[in-house]
């Protein structure tokens, strides 16, 4: 049974950090790229960053310099550190798995809550 379980959402000041991270199970982790998505309040989901089995990344312009996405393969991890962060980033944050060569498997986490606000 493949599980993704997101941790390290909660609410912050404008300006603060927060590192999500997400544990994989169930899947050879190497196998996989990975990214963190997000849902603001009334908008679609959006990508916010990927990180290739190679550890390649990729964000969304409006984080790019503030956000860090990383990967520990041994530990079945996958991380997002947040700095800088404004009210807009307010979210549902999902974490992501998708297979790199079997594009049908693709998974996704329960989502946690990050809000920004003062």
């Known amino acids: 049974q493949v599980q993704l379980v997101e941790s390290g959402g909660g609410l912050v000041q404008p300006g603060g950090s927060l590192r999500l991270s997400c544990a994989a199970s169930?899947?050879?982790?190497?196998?996989?790229?990975m990214g963190w998505f997000r849902q603001g309040p009334g908008k679609q989901r959006e990508l916010v960053a990927t990180?290739?089995?190679?550890?390649?990344?990729n964000y969304l312009d409006s984080v790019k310099g503030r956000f860090t996405i990383s990967r520990d393969n041994a530990k079945k991890m996958v991380y997002l550190q947040m700095n800088s962060l404004k009210p807009e980033d307010t979210a549902v944050y999902y974490c992501?798995?998708?297979?790199?060569?079997?594009?049908?498997?693709?998974?996704w986490g329960q989502g946690t809550q990050v809000t920004v606000s003062s």
């Open positions: 992501n798995a998708h297979n790199a060569q079997l594009l049908s498997l693709n998974y």
């Open positions: 169930g899947i050879t982790f190497s196998n996989y790229n």
């Open positions: 990180i290739s089995r190679g550890g390649i990344t």
